[in-house]
């Protein structure tokens, strides 16, 4: 019964010329896809997973802009373009038995960290919310529900406050929410390159923003393994830090062991690809050296990247 996904796709564009030098396309778009191949969810009881089945759609909808500039001033050629999208993308149907689909799990108690749900962005991040870090005894003892009995009776000082996202007085596997979407709602790129002479340089920059990603080199289930440099700027003592927990080897309030905001970072940044400069012998001097033409350069590849993601 399967068949190939569908899509259908509207786009509405314009190219310019403006200005002699500048060119420009301006372009909006609106992609539905239905049919899409994804594991049918199965109960338990079935003891194998399910199979494969055209079983969901989705939208892309966003605009794209490029910008070109080419102008020559005597001997000097200046060549600039340009380009940036913007999207969204939202699953709207899983069949009509369900709201969502587990994703990928992490580390050896499979937490799941993504979900595919109807109404958010296909596979975004999955999990707890944390309200800082309980600097003493006293803000622990004061972290309870309408009861009075403590929302996380297992927590110290140094240990994260999970929030109770649905308000029922637990902190359960029901608080788990929405964290984060590693689909950029941004990406963008440029190339400048010029010329003067027998002199010319070429650049070549590209980047993303508002996606994030989930950074797995935080796993506490290797104990006797490295953990990356922010682990040096701990919780060690009250007021010593607000977002990094202490480090205890049983992990008694799960900062660790539950798949949670502080896995999910900011994944935006910008990456100087490609930097070169060259120098080309005139024609005149190639020529006694037995050639038509003779470039040379030096370049770097991915020289820099800014970014605030603390992994690899």
């Known amino acids: 019964d399967l068949r190939w996904e569908q899509t259908t796709q509207i786009n509405i564009g314009v ?22 191949l994804l594991d049918i969810v199965v109960p338990g009881y079935v003891g194998n997973n399910g199979p494969v089945g055209n079983i969901a759609s989705m939208t892309n909808n966003g605009v794209e802009f490029e910008l070109g500039y080419n102008r020559t001033i005597g001997e000097f050629v200046l060549d600039f373009g340009g380009n940036v999208s913007f999207i969204q993308n939202e699953v709207t149907f899983l069949g009509e038995d369900k709201e969502f689909l587990p994703g990928q799990v ?7 960290i993504t979900r595919t749900q109807v109404g958010f962005p296909i596979g975004f991040f999955f999990g707890f919310e944390t309200d800082g870090i309980f600097q003493n005894q006293e803000e622990v003892d004061a972290y309870v529900n309408d009861a009075g009995e403590p929302l996380l009776p297992d927590a110290a000082p140094g240990d994260f406050r999970f929030v109770d996202v649905n308000g029922d007085g637990i902190i359960d596997a029901d608080d788990r929410t929405y964290l984060g979407d590693p689909t950029p709602d941004v990406i963008y790129g440029f190339t400048f390159n010029a010329s003067w002479r027998q002199f010319d340089i070429s650049i070549f920059g590209q980047g ?24 040096l700027g701990r919780w060690t003592g009250e007021g010593t830090s607000n977002t990094y927990p202490r480090l205890i080897m049983n992990d008694p309030n799960q900062n660790f062991s539950r798949s949670s905001d502080f896995y999910v970072e900011d994944a935006s940044f910008f990456r100087l690809r490609t930097l070169q400069l060259g120098y080309r012998l005139p024609a005149e001097l190639a020529s006694k050296l037995f050639m038509s033409n003779a470039r040379f350069y030096v370049s770097a590849n991915n020289l820099f990247t800014i970014t605030n993601y603390s992994g690899f």
């Open 106 to 112: 992490f580390s050896p108690q499979s937490l799941e």
């Open 208 to 231: 993303m923003a508002g996606n994030q990603v989930f950074n797995a080199t935080r796993r506490f289930d290797l104990q006797m393994s490295n953990l990356t440099g922010d682990a």
């Open 15 to 36: 190219d310019m010329v403006f200005l002699k030098d500048f060119t420009a396309t301006l372009e909006y778009f609106n992609k539905n896809t239905s049919d899409m």
